[in-house]
């Protein structure tokens, strides 16, 4: 058993806000790029095929994404294992990131956009592998609702990074991307200058008591399930929108969908807040798990059917309220199944494929499915994928 330290309340807390700190510190890193900046930058490169161009730009990021954060998450279980923790790799993930910002300024052919996505993938799975494993290890299971639920500031404040950097008009793609490595690291300061917190260790599970290898799958192909339809609307929504009010420029446009995107996850957070306290307090994620995923496929279907954008707004809204509070919830459930103490990272690492898998079924639905005017076939498969991502937590039986 590991020595055991009960923080005060007051240290607690400050530990947890450290802690959404920074991982919205690692959300930042990339939400603004991905939803905004690279859209606009790939329309400049290749215009009418831009969809075709993202889709690829965005297959090889996913694949350098799952291969990196499986990777630093094994270094990191090694490195606390040989008592050197893991806030090293963060920092070192916040110095890659922070170059490999660069490469996507230089980049000005499709040949040269795709590879430096791909080598941003690479640095940001850097920083997010072992920023997350550092929640398993020095979170409680009986605080980690409620840990998830703060968790869910980071979509809302990485929105609203999106919209203050599409709207300075003085600034150009350097400047930006600039001020989104100067305040990734002020992000992470408090928790890196914080000591690891040391909390009870669970006693060994028994023989015959272990997760079920069938819990595991299904909660993994829950996140994944969900996740496709997340990452495909975050990747696509400025061109979505753009089919919606095709009256309306580009570089309009995006300050509009930016501030969309923070309204709508400003009112997420107090629900996925309030749903992970609750959680904790009754130890039942599930019904959550479920009620998110159906939210979030409702919000699907009528931005599929939405005639305008006042309507398309309003569904988009209902979508990240059930995708936030779905998955917000879902990272505390992972964390309590996860089946060996020594190796969180790569465990965590794995179940980040449902992350990363996703940006590649998510183009290949868009590119198949999508055309610049039309997204609503595509939205109407990514509803079903939801609905299925929900249904498939439902399969977990295991009370570990």
Known sequence: MAATLIPSRHRSAAYLLAFALANAGGVIAYQPLLSLLLPLKVEQIAGATRIGLFSATVIAGAIAASASNILFGSLSDR????????????????????????????????????????????AVNALLAPLLAIMADEVPDAQKGVASGLLAAAVPLASAMSAVLVGLRWAGEAERLAIVALVVGACMVPLMLMGA??????????????????????????????????????????????????????????????????????????????????????????????????????????MALAPDWRWAAIAFVAYAVGSALFQAIHSAFAMQLLPDQ???????????????????LGPLLAWTLATPADFSAVLLVLAALTLAGGAAMMAVRSRH
């Open 342 to 360: 020594a190796h969180r990272g790569r465990d965590l690492g794995l179940f980040n494929l449902a992350n990363t898998l996703p940006a590649l």
């Open 197 to 302: 917190r040391v909390v009870t260790v669970a006693a060994p599970i028994a023989d015959g008591a272990a997760v079920p290898r069938h819990d595991l799958i299904a909660a993994w192909a829950g996140r994944l399930l969900v996740q496709a339809a997340g990452n495909a609307l975050s990747l696509y929504l400025l061109y979505y929108f753009e089919g919606i009010v095709p009256q309306v420029g580009p570089t309009e446009l995006a300050p509009r969908v930016g501030h969309l995107l923070t309204i709508a996850y400003v009112l997420s957070l107090p629900i996925a807040l309030a749903a992970g306290r609750l959680s904790d307090r009754v130890a039942r994620r599930k019904p959550v798990l479920l009620g998110g995923a159906l939210l979030a496929s409702a919000g699907l279907v009528g």
């Open 79 to 122: 490195s606390l294992a040989r008592g050197g923790g893991r806030r090293r790799w963060v920092g070192a993930g916040l110095v890659l990131t922070g170059c490999s910002f660069a490469t996507i300024v230089l980049a000005q052919t499709p040949v040269a956009i795709v590879a430096a996505v791909a080598l941003f993938q690479f």
